[in-house]
């Protein structure tokens, strides 16, 4: 099936690496939809991590039931956000 395909270049993996590579996939997925017209649902997502401080890479597949944890991390955050800034209106 498609599968999103992303690179890191970073020490490790780490949580904020999968929260964005989940948010890419939905925003691949809505993309995809739209230019398509019907529903799309990617697989998952591949990402290759290269070494900064070494000659290696490493790779990682992460199945789309897993991203959609991601997902959810990513809107509460984005959520959390928005209200900051309306919560910053009642303190200024």
């Not at 597949?61 to 991203?67: K, V």
Request: net charge positive; aromatic share 16%.
């Amino acid at each position: 099936g498609l599968a999103l395909a992303d690179w890191k270049s970073s020490r490790g993996t780490y949580a904020d690496h999968f929260i964005q590579v989940s948010a890419y996939t939905v925003f691949v997925e809505r993309k995809l939809e739209a230019y398509i017209g019907s529903s799309c649902k990617l697989t998952g997502a591949h990402v290759l991590r290269v070494s900064k401080d070494h000659q290696t890479w490493h790779h990682t597949f992460w199945s789309r039931e897993l991203l959609d944890e991601g997902w959810k991390v990513f809107s509460w955050c984005r959520a959390l956000h928005q209200l900051r800034w309306k919560i910053e209106g009642y303190v200024r």
